[in-house]
Each structure stands twice: as structure tokens, then as C-alpha cells.
């Protein structure tokens, strides 16, 4: 069995985590259907049926077991409690579809525990797990309880070779895998076969295709590793409980991504950092991705509607919107590239628009840690709570600032010293941004 266990650490601050616990033995699969054909689930069928719309399966395990490229699963309305292990792909030209069957709400559950809000690490026990490298998943109008786990096939080796090198503050090595040290998308499709030779890992895989479409999903959100060229769109992620991880994360070489539309709101706070409990997070060198037209609301405590940290890079955020969060924007460890344009944040607590903020205390700009080539114009701030600034920032170089509706500035003591320097601009100019000025526009 390929590992699905989790070496992570607290991604910010650089605490070790623990391994999460492996994914169990797959079951073994029923007889396949054809291609192209469909499978009827409802809660008064039986798991010896084939499997028709007159004697419909029971369990959409057996369903999934029974699927092959091209199968669609149609689920009929009521409450199917089971976790469901996904270990088979369909394929880019016929994807397996689970769906709802039309004839009302389907919920997709299982008892899972709950860990510690202290976890500093996402959670593993979910209601769907993809796993080993599946490709080419859709669901689509359902129910889900207890989130989706999607991992690539030993992307715990990928993800360990690349942590080693954040210690190490080895920047110049992770910035030779293709596409991250300049823009290249089309570069960055080959990173899996390059992580395959530098992690030593011929079994090495990415779980690609996958898409969530118009779901509820609640207690635990939607996790990626290493998985590649997905959507997650229209969906609902709300009331995700605490040590569980953001609504939506994506990690370790995710790239590709389109996530638009969705409406993220009441992750429960950690007490651990601020990265268990964001609305959309990218992490660990997940580039290219499009964050688009999402709503993140109402994140106690820390809370971060969207961030990127650890080499994320080459991303754009647009049409975005964040209301009664910590911070709305944030651009936290080492990301290259990315741009933030036309987003808004309402009612922020902290700042409605972050740069790398830990980097304040460095005399100059690094490319280990500080933003590089950022992009943020014409986003909009409003209804600052208390002392919170529009934007902050503790390390940028060659960062591009013009057209921000933005009032108020916390810029480091060096970065006002360095900036132009530093090929960084205000609103066209190499001056800093002061501590209060009137807002521009686009």
C-alpha cells in the first residue's frame, strides 16, 4: 500500500508536526460496469443489485468499486453514512461522476473523530478519501459531512524533500523545480516527473482532474496535496470545526486550480496558528492557481480569508470578496508572482491587506522568505475595526502597489528604508506608502 501519511509542520512558524495516521487497506472492487454507463445508489437498494435505476446498489462504495472511466453515479435522495475510499481515476476525456439524481438532497457522511483544536496539521479522517494518485473525479450537488481528503501517491516524500529545504533556507533549490523560479506554466507540468528523480521516488503521482460543483460542505473542508488542474466551484463550506484545517487547502505542488465561486464562512478558531483555520489557503509551492470570485466571511479569532505561504507563487486572486475576518489578503512566506487584483475586504480586525509580515525585522528583502514580484491593485478596504491598518507589509521587493482604495499603511521600519531600492512602487512612485493617505483608484 502507498503511504498516505502527512509529515507537515506548522507551516509559518516552522514547527514540526506529527504523521497523519495512513488511509486504510482499499476494499476490493466488485465487478466493473462499462464505460460510459451509470449507477444507480438509494437508500432502498441492496450492494447486490447491479446497480439500475429499478434495483439501484445500497452503498456508494460499492458504486465507486464498480465505476470505471466514464461511469456516473446517481445518488438518490436521502442520508448515506460511510466513509468512501477512492483509489481508481477516470480520465480527462471521461471522468467518474458522482452526482445527485434529481429527486432530492443526498447527504454523504461518516463517523469520524475530531481532533484537538491545538492540531497543528489538516486531518486526514474524512468522508472522501482520493488517494494513491486518483485522477478525474467529479461530485457534484451533494451533501458532505466531514470534508474530502485528495492526496497524490507518496506526496508525503515530495512534500518532506521540500520542508527540508525551507529549514535549510535553501531557496535557490526549490526555485530550479519547473515553473517556480519564473513564469512558465506550461514548465510547472512537469514538476511531478522532476520530483520523481530529486525525491528518489519513481512511484511519485498527483491526483489530477478532480472537481467539487455546487456541494454543502460542512465540519471538516475540502484538503489537495499535491493534486493538480481541479475546480472546486459554487460550493457552500461553512461550520468546519476547529484543528481540522481551512475550507479550502491547497498543498504541497498543487497547481492548476480553479476556485471560484464558493462561499466560505465559520471555520472554528485553532489554538495553534493562523493556518488551521484561513477560508482558501494555498501552501508549500501550489503555483498557478486562480482564486476567483469566492466569498469568505465571518472567521473568528485569527482568521485569514485568503492566504499564501511557503513558496506559493504565480497565483492571481481576483473579484474576491472577505467581511468579518482578521486579515482579508495575505501574502505570507516567499511567494513570487502572485497578483492580487479587484478584491474587497469589509469589517477587518487586523489588516485588509498583508505582506509577508514576519519579514519586518530583516535589514533587507530575502528571496527565502519575503514577497518577490507581488501585484496588488485596485483591491478595496472598508469598515476597519478599531486600529486595523488597510495594509502591512514586512518584506517585498519588485512589488508592484497602485490603485488601492486603502487609507492606512504599517510598512516595517527597513522596508521604508529599502523600498525603492528594492525595484518596489507606490502608486507609480519609489516612495513608500506613508502611514495615512487618501485612497486611489483604478
Same mark, same amino acid.
Given at each position: 500500500?502507498?503511504?498516505?501519511?502527512?509529515?507537515?509542520?506548522?507551516?509559518?512558524?516552522?514547527?514540526?508536526?506529527?504523521?497523519?495516521?495512513?488511509?486504510?487497506?482499499?476494499?476490493?472492487?466488485?465487478?466493473?460496469?462499462?464505460?460510459?454507463?451509470?449507477?444507480?445508489?438509494?437508500?432502498?437498494?441492496?450492494?447486490?443489485?447491479?446497480?439500475?435505476?429499478?434495483?439501484?446498489?445500497?452503498?456508494?462504495?460499492?458504486?465507486?468499486?464498480?465505476?470505471?472511466?466514464?461511469?456516473?453515479?446517481?445518488?438518490?435522495?436521502?442520508?448515506?453514512?460511510?466513509?468512501?475510499?477512492?483509489?481508481?481515476?477516470?480520465?480527462?476525456?471521461?471522468?467518474?461522476?458522482?452526482?445527485?439524481?434529481?429527486?432530492?438532497?443526498?447527504?454523504?457522511?461518516?463517523?469520524?473523530?475530531?481532533?484537538?483544536?491545538?492540531?497543528?496539521?489538516?486531518?486526514?479522517?474524512?468522508?472522501?478519501?482520493?488517494?494513491?494518485?486518483?485522477?478525474?473525479?467529479?461530485?457534484?450537488?451533494?451533501?458532505?459531512?466531514?470534508?474530502?481528503?485528495?492526496?497524490?501517491?507518496?506526496?508525503?516524500?515530495?512534500?518532506?524533500?521540500?520542508?527540508?529545504?525551507?529549514?535549510?533556507?535553501?531557496?535557490?533549490?526549490?526555485?530550479?523545480?519547473?515553473?517556480?523560479?519564473?513564469?512558465?506554466?506550461?514548465?510547472?507540468?512537469?514538476?511531478?516527473?522532476?520530483?520523481?528523480?530529486?525525491?528518489?521516488?519513481?512511484?511519485?503521482?498527483?491526483?489530477?482532474?478532480?472537481?467539487?460543483?455546487?456541494?454543502?460542505?460542512?465540519?471538516?473542508?475540502?484538503?489537495?496535496?499535491?493534486?493538480?488542474?481541479?475546480?472546486? /466551484?459554487?460550493?457552500?463550506?461553512?461550520?468546519?470545526?476547529?484543528?481540522?484545517?481551512?475550507?479550502?487547502?491547497?498543498?504541497?505542488?498543487?497547481?492548476?486550480?480553479?476556485?471560484?465561486?464558493?462561499?466560505?464562512?465559520?471555520?472554528?478558531?485553532?489554538?495553534?496558528?493562523?493556518?488551521?483555520?484561513?477560508?482558501?489557503?494555498?501552501?508549500? /509551492?501550489?503555483?498557478?492557481?486562480?482564486?476567483?470570485?469566492?466569498?469568505?466571511?465571518?472567521?473568528?479569532?485569527?482568521?485569514?480569508?485568503?492566504?499564501?505561504?511557503?513558496?506559493?507563487?504565480?497565483?492571481?486572486?481576483?473579484?474576491?470578496?472577505?467581511?468579518?475576518?482578521?486579515?482579508?489578503?495575505?501574502?505570507?512566506?516567499?511567494?513570487?508572482?502572485?497578483?492580487?487584483?479587484?478584491?474587497?475586504?469589509?469589517?477587518?480586525?487586523?489588516?485588509?491587506?498583508?505582506?509577508?509580515?514576519?519579514?519586518?525585522?530583516?535589514?533587507?528583502?530575502?528571496?527565502?522568505?519575503?514577497?518577490?514580484?507581488?501585484?496588488?491593485?485596485?483591491?478595496?478596504?472598508?469598515?476597519?475595526?478599531?486600529?486595523?491598518?488597510?495594509?502591512?507589509?514586512?518584506?517585498?521587493?519588485?512589488?508592484?502597489?497602485?490603485?488601492?482604495?486603502?487609507?492606512?499603511?504599517?510598512?516595517?521600519?527597513?522596508?521604508?528604508?529599502?523600498?525603492?531600492?528594492?525595484?518596489?512602487?507606490?502608486?507609480?512612485?519609489? /516612495?513608500?506608502?506613508?502611514?495615512?493617505?487618501?485612497?486611489?483608484?483604478?
Amino acid at each position: 500500500m502507498k503511504s498516505t501519511s502527512f509529515p507537515t509542520r506548522a507551516l509559518a512558524a516552522g514547527v514540526a508536526g506529527s504523521a497523519l495516521v495512513a488511509a486504510p487497506l482499499a476494499l476490493t472492487a466488485g465487478p466493473a460496469s462499462a464505460a460510459g454507463t451509470t449507477i444507480d445508489v438509494a437508500v432502498t437498494g441492496n450492494d447486490a443489485n447491479p446497480g439500475t435505476p429499478s434495483a439501484p446498489l445500497r452503498t456508494v462504495q460499492a458504486a465507486v468499486d464498480k465505476a470505471v472511466a466514464g461511469t456516473t453515479i446517481k445518488i438518490h435522495k436521502g442520508v448515506y453514512d460511510g466513509q468512501i475510499k477512492i483509489r481508481k481515476s477516470g480520465t480527462a476525456s471521461a471522468p467518474i461522476t458522482v452526482t445527485n439524481a434529481g429527486d432530492g438532497a443526498v447527504t454523504l457522511t461518516s463517523t469520524q473523530p475530531m481532533p484537538a483544536c491545538s492540531s497543528n496539521q489538516p486531518d486526514g479522517m474524512r468522508t472522501i478519501l482520493i488517494i494513491d494518485g486518483s485522477d478525474y473525479w467529479t461530485f457534484q450537488g451533494l451533501n458532505i459531512v466531514n470534508g474530502v481528503y485528495a492526496t497524490g501517491s507518496d506526496a508525503g516524500n515530495a512534500f518532506a524533500w521540500h520542508n527540508t529545504l525551507v529549514e535549510k533556507g535553501d531557496w535557490q533549490t526549490r526555485r530550479k523545480v519547473p515553473g517556480a523560479g519564473s513564469y512558465s506554466p506550461t514548465a510547472a507540468k512537469q514538476v511531478i516527473p522532476y520530483l520523481r528523480t530529486v525525491t528518489k521516488t519513481p512511484t511519485l503521482d498527483s491526483a489530477d482532474g478532480i472537481k467539487f460543483l455546487n456541494n454543502t460542505i460542512t465540519k471538516k473542508g475540502l484538503f489537495f496535496r499535491m493534486s493538480s488542474y481541479g475546480v472546486v /466551484s459554487g460550493n457552500k463550506i461553512t461550520d468546519v470545526a476547529c484543528g481540522t484545517g481551512p475550507g479550502v487547502w491547497l498543498i504541497t505542488f498543487s497547481n492548476g486550480w480553479q476556485v471560484t465561486k464558493n462561499d466560505v464562512s465559520k471555520i472554528a478558531p485553532s489554538t495553534w496558528k493562523h493556518f488551521m483555520q484561513e477560508g482558501i489557503r494555498l501552501g508549500t /509551492s501550489s503555483n498557478y492557481n486562480s482564486v476567483t470570485n469566492n466569498n469568505v466571511h465571518d472567521l473568528a479569532g485569527d482568521g485569514r480569508a485568503y492566504n499564501t505561504d511557503v513558496d506559493s507563487s504565480w497565483n492571481t486572486f481576483s473579484g474576491n470578496k472577505a467581511t468579518n475576518v482578521a486579515i482579508g489578503y495575505n501574502d505570507q512566506m516567499s511567494g513570487w508572482g502572485n497578483v492580487w487584483k479587484n478584491n474587497s475586504v469589509t469589517s477587518f480586525r487586523t489588516y485588509g491587506f498583508g505582506v509577508r509580515l514576519m519579514d519586518g525585522k530583516l535589514t533587507l528583502p530575502s528571496y527565502n522568505s519575503s514577497a518577490n514580484k507581488i501585484n496588488m491593485t485596485c483591491n478595496v478596504v472598508s469598515k476597519p475595526v478599531g486600529t486595523a491598518k488597510s495594509f502591512g507589509v514586512g518584506g517585498t521587493m519588485y512589488g508592484t502597489y497602485a490603485g488601492n482604495a486603502w487609507t492606512t499603511a504599517q510598512v516595517g521600519k527597513n522596508v521604508a528604508v529599502y523600498w525603492g531600492k528594492y525595484g518596489n512602487t507606490w502608486n507609480g512612485t519609489k /516612495s513608500a506608502p506613508p502611514k495615512t493617505f487618501a485612497p486611489s483608484s483604478c
